[in-house]
């Protein structure tokens, strides 16, 4: 089983930028497909970015793109989430997990997800 860490998260002023970090245990982590998730208070959990095992295709959610980049170093076991001009609205915790399936394409369905680490808190003012 596959235990994720995140962290790089904090407070920043709007138009700033920050890079989440995601990293795992295990030595099968290339295999799998790694989404990030963040939810506000109140909110349901919301698909920010996902990156599939091998590092070729990525997705992004509609309110990050051209703003965040996913991307992976299999040879550390991590996973980044460079985030960019940086809105109040993206505000959240924001959670990694691993993906069910061939690891090979991405989905946007939190419910496919497994393995969610403790989150790390990202405070974007105005």
């Known amino acids: 089983q596959v235990q994720l860490v995140e962290s790089g998260g904090g407070l920043v002023q709007a138009g700033g930028s920050l890079r989440l970090s995601c990293a795992a245990s295990?030595?099968?982590?290339?295999?799998?497909?790694l989404g990030w998730f963040r939810q506000a208070p109140g909110k349901e959990r919301e698909f920010v970015a996902g990156?599939?095992?091998?590092?070729?295709?990525?997705r992004y959610g509609d309110s990050v793109k051209g703003r965040f980049t996913i991307s992976r170093d299999n040879a550390k076991n991590t996973v980044y989430l460079q985030m960019n001009s940086l809105k109040p609205e993206d505000t959240a915790v924001y959670y990694c997990?691993?993906?069910?399936?061939?690891?090979?394409?991405?989905?946007?369905?939190?419910?496919?997800?497994?393995?969610w680490g403790q989150g790390t808190q990202v405070t974007v003012s105005s």
């Open positions: 990156i599939n095992g091998s590092g070729t295709s990525t």
């Open positions: 295990g030595r099968t982590f290339s295999i799998y497909a």
């Open positions: 997990g691993t993906a069910l399936g061939s690891g090979t394409v991405v989905i946007p369905r939190v419910e496919l997800y497994r393995n």
